[in-house]
């Protein structure tokens, strides 16, 4: 996940360059989204329990692998 996770900043930054958008305000707004996305996994986490950490990490797999699959198929498409 890690490798994932950087990927999508890598392309995060890229695209930020290529807008040439302001880079305090791009900066406090990820931060404040990944803090936000962090309380929330930690939240639903916490009530999932270890009973079902192996089923989420499938899932999680699973979502990340479909998600990539189609941002391929959509930079194919556009050729």
Same mark, same amino acid.
């Given at each position: ?5 950087? /990927? ?9 360059? /290529? ?6 305000p791009v900066i406090t707004a990820i931060a404040l989204q990944a ?24 899932v999680g797999g699973i979502a990340l692998i479909m998600l990539s ?11």
């Amino acid at each position: 996940m890690g490798i994932s996770i950087s /990927l999508d900043e890598l392309a995060i930054g890229f695209s930020i360059g /290529l807008t040439r958008l302001p880079a305090l305000p791009v900066i406090t707004a990820i931060a404040l989204q990944a803090f936000v996305a962090a309380q929330l996994g930690l939240a639903i986490g916490a009530r999932i329990g270890e009973r079902w950490r192996e089923r989420a990490e499938r899932v999680g797999g699973i979502a990340l692998i479909m998600l990539s699959a189609y941002l391929v198929a959509e930079q194919l498409a556009r050729g």
